[in-house]
Nanobody, 117 residues
Framework: QVQLVESGGGLVQAGGSLRLSCAASGSIFSNYVMGWYRQAPGKQRELVATITSYGSTNYADSVKGRFTISRDNAKNTVYLQMNSLKPEDAAVYYC???????????WGQGTQVTVSS
């Protein structure tokens, strides 16, 4: 099993930047596709970005060109660099891990991102 702990959320003005981090422990990090999801009040949780252990990435259309997902397999950490933030990016951001060979997955506890206009 893998445990995930997010950090880096906070309050930022529109147009600003934040970097989220997610530290993984308890299992071999490279066995997991890592991702970031977000959930705004009254809305469903949605995919933001994913990254494979080889560095292949996928982004939601709403964040392409503004957000960058990366991972450091040596540090068991995945990052989400968020630039040009918009008020509609405000949400609780969750780190997600999906094991590559089966359906096992794990979620972090979430970190709040607030964007003021």
């Amino acid at each position: 099993q893998v445990q995930l702990v997010e950090s880096g959320g906070g309050l930022v003005q529109a147009g600003g930047s934040l970097r989220l981090s997610c530290a993984a422990s308890g299992s071999i990090f490279s066995n997991y596709v890592m991702g970031w999801y977000r959930q705004a009040p009254g809305k469903q949780r949605e995919l933001v970005a994913t990254i494979t252990s080889y560095g292949s990435t996928n982004y939601a259309d709403s964040v392409k060109g503004r957000f960058t997902i990366s991972r450091d397999n040596a540090k068991n950490t995945v990052y989400l660099q968020m630039n040009s933030l918009k008020p509609e990016d405000a949400a609780v951001y969750y780190c997600h891990a999906r094991r590559t060979w089966d359906t096992y997955e794990s979620w972090g506890q979430g970190t709040q991102v607030t964007v003021s206009s």
